[in-house]
């Protein structure tokens, strides 16, 4: 089945220790997103690939940046987690840019940070 | 501004009851898109339905419908007889053609059922 993966389910890292969270794709969707979700809270978008074609939210901390090597993946790098930083992140594709499209979404990933 | 408003913060039936969340939105635009997603306890968010702006009929899936109000600017979600599976964290979200890819969300409606 068609899916969108991330990894790992769960990570722990320490306060200021640089992380990656992964995301991959089998849909072949021109656009990926970054959500960032926080406990009884409705997701927060970080930022969106169309194509290699990156857009930051203005509100989104420099603290966290993205890559997205070819169509199917896509990570999320947390350069100097804070402990404000532990959250659920999700990964969320769509086969068009304008929204008119149901976002696909990933399983999570769940952030703590120590 | 838009915004999008989900006033039930939480709700609990027992099971085989029916159960409507709502979901009223502001919106600028005459063109616009509103959509369902659950979140069961798992995390993944599951897309449910979409609908725009000039589609004012309702929907029936299963054992789930919608009805779309303009004149109410309400899109609610009602579940009939209600399995303890559909629990979950339910959003409903709206998006409009002009507001550049946001896609404003609700806070989001818990819906326990109880066996």
């Known amino acids: 089945d068609a899916m969108v993966i991330q990894n790992p389910r769960y990570q722990v890292t320490q306060f200021g220790k640089p992380v990656t969270l992964s995301c991959s794709q089998t849909l072949n969707h021109n656009v990926m997103y970054w959500y960032q979700q926080k406990s009884s809270q409705a997701p927060k978008l970080l930022f969106h690939y169309y194509d290699k074609d990156f857009n930051n939210e203005a509100d989104t901390p420099d603290n966290f940046q993205s890559r997205r090597p070819n169509t199917s993946f896509c990570f999320l790098d947390i350069r100097s987690p804070g402990l404000g930083d532990a959250a659920m992140y999700l990964c969320?594709?769509?086969?068009?840019?304008?929204?008119?499209?149901?976002?696909?979404f990933g399983n999570g990933t769940r952030l703590t940070v120590t | 501004a838009q915004k999008v408003t989900q006033a039930q913060t939480e709700i609990s039936v027992v099971e085989k009851e029916d159960v409507t969340l709502d979901c009223v939105y502001e919106?600028?635009?005459?063109?616009?898109?509103l959509f369902w997603y659950k979140q069961p306890p798992s995390g993944e968010l599951v897309f449910l339905i979409r609908r725009n702006s000039f589609d004012e009929q309702n929907e029936i899936s299963g054992r789930y419908s919608w009805n779309f109000q303009k004149s109410t600017s309400s899109f609610n979600f009602t579940i009939t007889a209600s399995q303890v599976v559909d629990s979950a964290v339910y959003f409903c979200a709206l998006s409009e053609l002009v507001s550049n890819y946001q896609l404003i969300w609700g806070a989001g409606t818990k819906l326990i059922i109880k066996p």
């Open positions: 919106t600028r635009d005459t063109t616009y898109y």
């Open positions: 969320a594709t769509s086969s068009f840019r304008d929204l008119r499209s149901p976002l696909h």
